[in-house]
């Protein structure tokens, strides 16, 4: 699912919002959860999961093409951790469409 395809989700579930309100909603959420990662903040969404900042250490990394050593530097990356709501519904659907999927290429005899 893309930007877009949120901001089409978004206007047709909710007929009182135009699709410039849903396009603007999508764009203050995400700018909202950049700006308290930026921050070092930790976002955490009941049933949906968690984001958080996690720091990679500098380490001692190759050139492929020369194979000289090259000091990386430290890095601040964003992480998701998804919530067990979210866990268990993509596991459980997943499974439910495997099983579709099975059933539907199964030979009929």
Do not use: C, W
């Amino acid at each position: 699912m893309t930007r877009s395809d949120l901001v089409e989700e978004l206007a047709a579930r909710f007929a009182q919002l135009t699709h410039r309100d849903a396009e603007y909603a999508v764009k203050t959420i995400l700018d909202a959860m950049s700006d308290a990662l930026v921050r070092g903040h930790r976002i955490e969404i009941r049933g949906f999961g968690s984001f958080s900042v996690n720091r990679r250490p500098p380490r001692l990394g190759r050139n492929p093409r020369s194979g000289e050593s090259v000091q990386i530097p430290e890095k601040r990356v964003p992480h998701f951790k998804p919530g067990k709501a979210l866990r268990e519904a993509v596991d459980q659907r997943t499974a439910e469409l495997d099983a579709a999927r099975e059933a539907k290429s199964a030979p009929v005899e």
